[in-house]
């Protein structure tokens, strides 16, 4: 029998080993799985789900648990989302704003400060991570990198492919002729140079998030000077990406590698 990778979104994983809050709506949590030693850094990881209320963080429960065992110190982000009260614009994004900024103090307060923050994500997640990560490095953050995992990294080339029947349309309220100002400020590919070392991971078979926003996304961003990566795969899909049982979860631990070696060296 075929392995389906949409399984991991129905997986269940260990609990966490905290909950943390980070503002005053239900969904302003973050759990926090920790390494069994030395830590590598904080990844701060964004789910998926086109943003949408019906898929939360809890399917990332074992790709956050599989990095901490790598010897990460891992937190997974809930945010308001698309189809519940607040959800969308602007509140999405001021949700993955505050999460940012207030939930590795919180780690810090209560597990240690970390050697570096990762930010991270999948899919819509991974949009939601380059976009956070302008603004952070842009207020002087002191980011280690982006790692983004099929991320929808190009909110124009999204709309206009229709990805999950009007998954970009329900974010930003409407059409980028409607609302051109929210493009600008919500799209990674408005935003460039980022200024933050990028690592994007993609597979060839993923019909989710077709493979060429990331080539079109990465080009673009080499060449406003911003340091990017691009780890493309045959035969790996939308899901395998997340799922530490795919073959592809070692490429995408060396993905996370990149950005935490002991000493930094070049991308490449």
């Not at 503002?23 to 030693?37: F, K, N, S, W, Y």
């Not at 602007?90 to 930010?119: E, H, M, N, S």
């Not at 709309?159 to 009007?166: A, E, I, Q, V």
């Not at 994007?200 to 080499?222: K, T």
């Amino acid at each position: 029998m075929a392995r389906n990778s949409r399984s991991i979104l129905s997986r269940p994983a260990p609990p966490p080993d905290l909950t943390v809050v980070y503002g005053d709506h239900p969904d302003h949590v973050a759990d926090i799985r920790r390494a069994p030693g030395p830590s590598k850094g904080l990844v701060v990881f964004f789910h998926g789900g086109f943003w949408r209320h019906a898929y939360d963080r809890s399917h990332v429960g074992p790709l956050a648990t599989a990095l901490a065992a790598d010897g990460f110190m891992v937190a997974t982000p809930e945010y308001r989302r698309t189809g519940a009260k607040g959800g969308g614009w602007p509140g999405t994004f001021d949700d993955v704003a505050a999460a940012v900024r207030r939930v590795p103090p919180l780690v810090a307060d209560a597990l240690g400060p970390q050697p570096r923050v990762i930010l991270a994500g999948h899919s819509a997640g991974g949009h939601l991570a380059l976009w956070a990560a302008a603004g952070l490095v842009r207020d002087g953050f002191p980011l280690a990198g982006v790692v983004g995992l099929a991320p929808v990294a190009d909110l124009r080339e999204a709309y206009r492919l229709d990805l999950d029947g009007g998954a970009v349309a329900a974010l930003l309220g409407g059409a980028p002729g409607e609302y051109p100002d929210r493009y600008d400020v919500a799209d990674p590919a408005s935003l460039l140079p980022i200024r933050a070392r990028q690592v994007l991971c993609h597979g060839s078979r993923d019909v989710q998030v077709p493979v060429e926003i990331s080539i079109r996304y990465a080009a673009a961003a080499r060449n406003a000077g911003d340091d990017v990566v691009l780890r493309q795969w045959a035969d790996v899909d939308h899901f395998d990406l997340i799922d530490p049982e795919s073959l592809a979860w070692p490429d995408v631990l060396a993905a996370f590698a990149l950005l935490a070696p002991p000493e930094p060296r070049p991308l490449g």
